[in-house]
């Protein structure tokens, strides 16, 4: 079974604090993802990457950036935490081959 | 642009009634296209791709290009598929996904 973990389930940071997120995946995955889940907007992708140090921004990555130093692992960084940045954020990873991506369990982020 | 919609936010019926959840997605390549779902407390996960044309817990989906739908259906609910369930369109390209905003479905006993 493909294994998706993530550092934290819950963290509370104060605004302008920086923030680290990580995302560690064991089935050798080429690709990882980063998002955010919000009630009515869905998931929101943020950053992914393709291979190590390979990096693509997705639809909101303003305020935030990303690192990808070993396959299996993908931070995400919140330079600032601001409080517009309280939210669900998932990580995924996926194949080349079969395109479907395997979820982290999450990790709630609250900014105050 | 590249876009997912499903149109409820919420759907709520009874057990053992019927159930279509709806997606309409809007890409001018050849789609391939997913309904994920996520169990209260659960992580996201792949329910079922149009790819694999498989029944997955009763529920079905087929792609329909003239309408480019995939809705997601179950002839008869149960409990337990109270869940929030998302369509999304992959971009063969880059191996992104694109997600509709999710409709939350709610088995009334």
């Known amino acids: 079974d493909v294994k998706v973990t993530q550092s934290s389930r819950y963290l509370v940071k104060r605004t302008g604090e920086k923030v680290f997120l990580e995302c560690v995946q064991d089935?050798?995955?080429?690709?990882m993802f980063w998002y955010r889940q919000d009630p009515g907007l869905g998931l929101r992708l943020i950053y992914f990457s393709y291979d190590v140090k390979m990096k693509e921004k997705g639809d909101i990555p303003e305020g935030y950036s990303v690192s990808r130093e070993k396959k299996e692992r993908f931070s995400l960084i919140l330079e600032s935490a601001s409080t517009n940045q309280t939210s669900m954020y998932l990580c995924a990873s996926s194949d080349s081959i079969s395109e479907t991506q395997y979820f982290g369990p999450g990790t709630r982020l609250l900014v105050l | 642009a590249q876009r997912v919609t499903q149109p409820e936010k919420l759907l709520s019926v009874f057990k053992g009634a019927p159930v279509e959840l709806k997606c309409n997605y809007s890409?001018?390549?050849?789609?391939?296209l997913f309904w994920y779902v996520q169990y209260s407390r659960q992580r996201l996960q792949l329910l079922l791709r149009?790819?694999?044309?498989?029944s997955i817990k009763g529920f079905t989906a087929d792609l329909n290009k003239g309408e480019t739908s995939f809705h997601l259906k179950k002839p008869f609910a149960q409990e337990e598929d109270s869940a929030m369930y998302y369509c999304?369109?992959?971009?063969?390209?880059?191996?992104?996904?694109?997600w509709g905003a999710g409709t939350k479905l709610i088995i009334k006993p």
């Open positions: 999304a369109l992959t971009l063969a390209s880059n191996y992104q996904l694109i």
């Open positions: 890409y001018s390549g050849s789609p391939e």
């Open positions: 149009h790819i694999s044309r498989e």
């Open positions: 089935m050798d995955h080429e690709n």
